[in-house]
């Protein structure tokens, strides 16, 4: 049952493919913020056991860039922007997903969105302590990344804008 694609990057990956068939700015939205910054530092900490030249190895690599790079994409070359609303909109849309994911691993045993518990390997969720600190933890910390991923494109609507506010 842990091989069902349901952690974060693999619901990134989805929202990629269905924009890639049908435009839309919600979509791209929550793409934006669970897409970029976490799919790179996903790479700065992997939760992996393989090593170069596996094949899991060099599948999570090419996966994990892939996904930043098709939110660039369509930043670049589809035109999409994210307005500052949408930092606390795909915020709480990310949790209204967590909901039926921290239930399901529940269920099955499993740790999908790692909401059951870190990961098994040294990640930067290791550091989050455990029970209601580590919740507590992600939601602070996942706050933090939207805002810090925002940082970027607010600066490239300002520019586009021409407004100096």
Same mark, same amino acid.
């Given at each position: 049952?842990?091989?069902?694609?349901?952690?974060?990057?693999?619901?990134?990956?989805? =929202?990629?493919l269905?924009?890639?068939?049908?435009?839309?700015?919600?979509?791209?939205?929550?793409? *934006?913020?669970?897409?970029?910054?976490?799919?790179?530092?996903?790479?700065?900490t992997?939760?992996?056991?393989?090593?170069?030249?596996? *094949?899991?190895?060099?599948?999570? *690599?090419?996966?994990?860039?892939?996904?930043?790079?098709?939110?660039?994409?369509?930043?670049?070359?589809?035109?999409?922007?994210?307005?500052?609303?949408?930092?606390?909109?795909?915020?709480?849309?990310?949790?209204?997903?967590?909901?039926?994911?921290?239930? =399901?691993?529940?269920?099955?045993?499993?740790? *999908?969105?790692?909401?059951?518990?870190?990961?098994?390997?040294?990640? =930067?969720l290791?550091?989050?302590?455990?029970?209601?600190?580590?919740?507590?933890?992600?939601?602070?910390?996942?706050?933090?990344?939207?805002?810090?991923?925002?940082?970027?494109?607010?600066?490239?609507?300002?520019?586009?804008?021409?407004?100096?506010?």
């Amino acid at each position: 049952m842990a091989d069902i694609p349901l952690q974060l990057c693999s619901l990134s990956t989805f =929202l990629s493919l269905y924009l890639f068939l049908k435009p839309n700015q919600k979509v791209f939205n929550l793409l *934006f913020f669970i897409g970029l910054l976490p799919a790179i530092l996903s790479m700065v900490t992997p939760d992996i056991v393989y090593q170069f030249p596996h *094949f899991r190895f060099l599948k999570y *690599f090419l996966h994990h860039s892939a996904i930043p790079l098709s939110v660039l994409y369509f930043i670049l070359f589809e035109g999409y922007r994210v307005p500052r609303k949408a930092v606390i909109t795909s915020y709480l849309t990310l949790n209204v997903i967590a909901v039926p994911i921290f239930y =399901l691993n529940r269920l099955l045993d499993t740790n *999908f969105f790692f909401l059951a518990n870190p990961s098994e390997s040294e990640t =930067l969720l290791s550091f989050f302590g455990s029970g209601i600190m580590y919740y507590i933890s992600l939601e602070v910390a996942s706050i933090i990344v939207f805002v810090i991923t925002y940082i970027p494109m607010g600066i490239l609507l300002k520019r586009e804008n021409g407004t100096t506010n």
